[in-house]
């Protein structure tokens, strides 16, 4: 069974700089496409950025510019690196391997679908 662990949410003043981070353990398929989605309380989950096994990535309008999705396939492990951070960032971030962002991407994929444990991001000011 495949597990996905995160790490690097925390506390950040406006305008600095965090890095994500989620390794996939288990029966791994490192074709799978992997993304990061963000939900605050009360509203809808939303696509932050996918990245398919050959690199190719997708961004949701409200980062692009300042967010970077990457993926290192020999340590099934995707990373987001946030700058320019706004208050507006704020939520929780969820890491996703499989299905999801396979359909937000429009490729194709099996029905698998695997979801992180979610970590927070605050940016204040």
């Known amino acids: 069974q495949v597990q996905l662990v995160e790490s690097g949410g925390g506390l950040v003043q406006a305008g600095g700089s965090l890095r994500l981070s989620c390794a996939a353990s288990?029966?791994?398929?490192?074709?799978?496409?992997m993304g990061w989605y963000r939900q605050a309380p009360g509203k809808q989950r939303e696509l932050v950025a996918g990245?398919?096994?050959?690199?190719?990535?997708n961004y949701g309008d409200s980062v692009k510019g300042r967010f970077t999705i990457s993926r290192d396939n020999a340590k099934n492990t995707v990373y987001l690196q946030m700058s320019s951070l706004k208050p507006e960032d704020t939520a929780v971030y969820y890491c996703n391997a499989g299905l999801a962002t396979a359909q937000a991407m429009g490729v194709i994929s099996t029905r698998n679908d695997y979801w992180g444990q979610g970590t927070q991001v605050t940016v204040s000011s």
């Open positions: 288990g029966s791994f398929f490192s074709i799978n496409p």
């Open positions: 990245i398919t096994s050959g690199g190719s990535t």
